[in-house]
């Protein structure tokens, strides 16, 4: 939106002159500058007005109670899926109508909100706003007239239903699915050449197939004509390029003649490896294109928020202009209120490097990156056994002890015990050595914990960013709790409840799960999988929206045409799901009746099997068997919009975060802090933090710092200490953005915000591309 950032105040530095007194138009300044800042923190690029009501109605707008309020109503909007006929737990119309309302009440109120703060040029240029009040219309109209209807007895469709995703797609807090919904957008001009493609392929090879196998007379298992309907052909080639139905489609022609198998394998190998390998590719390029794009906008919007915050607070000394420190410390209060006394010194004497009682322009644009890199402080303190035994914890005796907790093979010896534990878990306990081999694991478990805390601070070692000390003492206490339960089952011979002993076994396989922890390379996996989770919360809701909006697509079309019975019922009625229709049919045979649509929870369950295409045959097969043969291209339509498009870039997504998350090293602020930590001598380097290496006994408690000097602090073992939060837990997002950020020179303003805003992917690439730019 061009005139977004104008009304944020990019064209105007500073709030309108006003006859306020000088305090209060400072605390103004201050509030403007933090809201600039805020928003370049969290890569916010919402318009706002810049007078004093507008800037508070703003800063409450973004205030985490409203933006859960407001998750909730979409939530609950949502979920009245579940309570509306087709309804899994039915409810009145009267109470899912009036819960409705209050959802779009809030709805309504929260766009209001939005309104006061941005300019009403941009508020009504803003597509998104405008698709908001819309869908709340047409939800009310769609409500009375459905109301009115249900009133004389007469059933409708509930239409507006399928439009209640907008609300969590167009809101300013879902920006990122709208980013990947704008990937889609984007990717589709070029997929589509590669579709149409791949249908007229399709299309050829089945008009061969019917001049092939149609005047043949073959049947099929069932008994019907083979080959013999250009839209059937055309339907079963496009599920075999799925693998669905392989080889059963192929079986009729091979039997008549083994010939024919070869026109099968030159279908498979053109339009399953070579046209959906062409897919993703297309996809990959399309998506990592926009990608990029999309991130090099935010880093650019960034900086211009920051300069428009410098600006605003920046005063004249000597010959340039700076932001006194009591302002800096100021607007950091502001901007980031829990942030810790020590924390903020640190960050004040990165800024001010010279100790000059201001910052420059330069070093206040990385402001918004200090306050995202999490800094850990913690307090270095002693074992509680130092301090109530001193001589008995310092003797050598204990010393020794600690030293092999602390070694190496003190954890080489448990990967082993490890591994002999799960050949025993395989063995039959009945034997009575297996089973008292079951203690004897436990109890070296149980040993490894106490050296451990022997060992280690006990706060230390189950701080809450220490994830892997937790889980490995929950798996042995799961274990402690399956051991002794199953012997307690054993001993009383007349209690038996196999639901319990299911649970007492799956609680001891849990013990293995410690191979993860004890394996560093199994461990960079998990860590892998956190860094990228929040973007795959991304991708988990636009399946949502897809999977909600077939859903209720497919119970406006299909509930009620399959039923499911119990299965030990043999009437006529249940054998065939409850539908003449589908007598004789695989669908029935196989006993699918579960698979309906007569509730949202069964309609996700039969999307999340189309979505694994092992059986989108016999699905389809059985809806177009209850409705009509049309009902087909529902199901095709799921495939390609979620198998060809979602699926893939979310391949696309998995292979750019990896690509980007082993490239790139630590950026340019880090290195900052963590030299000014070390300078400061008040360091600790995150591999002391893991495992057998918190010999430092840390603690999270903030206490300042401390009078002494570094070198006195280390020799103690007591102090305030700081280190970087690890790197393996920065988003993607992060790590793209700081890839960008990387060349943007730091003195270097970048181009204007019409500029910014009117980026295309095209400017990434040279226009003429020679053999030297292109490598």
Not at 182 to 192: A, F, K
Not at 299 to 317: C, G, Q, T
Not at 697 to 709: E, I, L, Q, R, T
Request: aromatic share 14%.
């Amino acid at each position: 939106m061009p005139g977004a950032g104008r009304a944020a105040g990019v064209r105007r530095l500073r709030p309108q002159p006003s006859e306020e007194p000088p305090a209060q138009e400072e605390d103004q300044n201050l509030l403007l500058a933090a809201a600039y800042v805020s928003d370049a923190q969290y890569n916010r690029n919402v318009p706002f007005e810049t007078s004093p009501r507008a800037i508070r109605l703003y800063y409450f707008y973004n205030h985490w109670t409203m933006q859960v309020a407001i998750y909730f109503f979409i939530c609950v909007d949502l979920s009245l899926a579940l309570f509306e006929e087709p309804a899994l737990f039915p409810l009145p119309f009267l109470a899912t109508s009036l819960a409705e309302v209050l959802c779009l009440t809030a709805f309504f109120g929260r766009l209001v909100h939005f309104a006061k703060v941005t300019p009403q040029m941009v508020f009504w240029k803003d597509t998104k706003n405008i698709c908001i009040m819309v869908t709340i219309v047409l939800t009310l109209i769609d409500l009375i007239i459905y109301g009115s209807l249900e009133a004389v007895n007469v059933h409708s469709v509930r239409w507006s239903r399928v439009l209640r995703p907008v609300f969590l797609i167009n809101f300013p807090e879902s920006r990122q699915i709208r980013r990947t919904f704008r990937s889609i957008r984007n990717t589709l001009p070029d997929i589509l050449y590669v579709f149409l493609l791949f249908m007229f392929s399709v299309l050829i090879f089945s008009l061969m197939a019917l001049k092939l196998f149609g005047d043949r007379g073959l049947k099929t298992v069932e008994g019907l004509p083979y080959f013999t309907n250009i839209l059937d052909i055309v339907f079963e080639l496009y599920v075999l390029v799925t693998t669905a139905n392989s080889p059963d489609v192929m079986m009729p022609a091979y039997n008549f003649n083994w010939w024919y198998c070869l026109y099968f394998i030159t279908y498979t190998i053109i339009n399953t490896y070579i046209f959906m390998s062409v897919f993703l590719a297309v996809v990959y390029n399309n998506y990592r294109k926009h990608l990029k794009n999309e991130i090099r906008k935010l880093a650019y919007l960034k900086r211009h928020k920051m300069i428009e915050a410098f600006n605003i607070l920046k005063v004249k000394v000597g010959t340039e202009f700076v932001v006194m420190e009591a302002q800096w410390r100021r607007l950091a209060k502001v901007v980031a209120p829990h942030i810790s006394g020590p924390h903020l010194e640190l960050l004040l004497r990165i800024s001010d490097e010279g100790q000059k009682g201001h910052v420059d322009k330069v070093n206040f644009l990385r402001l918004a990156d200090l306050l995202n890199i999490q800094v850990v402080t913690i307090n270095v303190r002693r074992h509680p056994l130092e301090d109530w035994m001193p001589r008995v914890y310092r003797s050598s005796a204990s010393l020794l002890v600690q030293r092999m907790v602390q070694h190496r093979i003190f954890v080489w010896v448990y990967d082993v015990i490890i591994l002999i534990n799960a050949i025993f878990i395989a063995l039959d306990e009945r034997n009575p050595f297996i089973s008292y081999a079951e203690w004897l694991f436990l109890s070296l478990y149980i040993i490894e914990i106490l050296l451990k805390l022997y060992t280690y601070e006990p706060r230390a070692y189950f701080d809450r960013r220490q994830f892997w000390n937790w889980f490995d003492t929950l798996i042995i206490i799961a274990a402690l709790v399956a051991t002794v339960a199953n012997t307690t089952i054993q001993s009383a011979r007349k209690y038996n409840s196999q639901q319990i002993l299911d649970i007492v076994l799956i609680l001891r396989i849990l013990r293995l799960l410690r191979i993860i922890v004890s394996i560093q390379r199994f461990r960079v996996i998990v860590t892998t999988l956190i860094n990228i989770g929040p973007t795959i919360l991304t991708f988990g809701g636009l399946v949502l929206v897809v999977y909600y909006v077939f859903a209720i697509i497919g119970m406006e079309a299909f509930h009620g045409k399959v039923r499911f019975s119990d299965p030990n019922f043999t009437s006529p009625d249940a054998l065939v799901c409850g539908n003449p229709a589908l007598k004789d049919s695989a669908f029935a045979r196989d006993r699918y009746c579960k698979n309906n649509f007569n509730d949202l929870a069964s309609s996700f369950i039969v999307l999340m099997e189309l979505t694994v295409v092992n059986h989108l045959l016999l699905l389809a097969g059985g809806f177009a068997l209850v409705t009509h043969q049309v009902a087909k291209l529902y199901f095709i339509g799921f495939h390609i919009v979620v198998v060809i498009l979602i699926v893939n870039i979310f391949i696309a997504f998995i292979l750019e975060a990896f690509f980007v998350a082993y490239s790139l090293e630590k950026s340019e602020v880090e290195t900052a802090i963590e030299k000014k930590i070390q300078e400061l001598g008040v360091g600790i380097q995150e591999e002391e933090m893991q495992d057998g290496k918190l010999v430092d006994n840390v603690d999270a408690k903030d206490s300042g710092f401390s009078g002494d000097d570094g070198d006195n602090k280390r020799k103690d073992l007591k102090g305030l200490y700081f280190r970087i939060a690890s790197k393996k837990y920065r988003t993607v997002d992060a790590l793209l953005q700081q890839m960008f950020e990387s060349e943007i020179a730091p003195e270097e303003e970048g181009p204007s915000l019409d500029e910014i805003l009117n980026f295309s992917p095209g400017d990434l690439y040279p226009k003429n591309p020679n053999f030297e730019n292109s490598a």
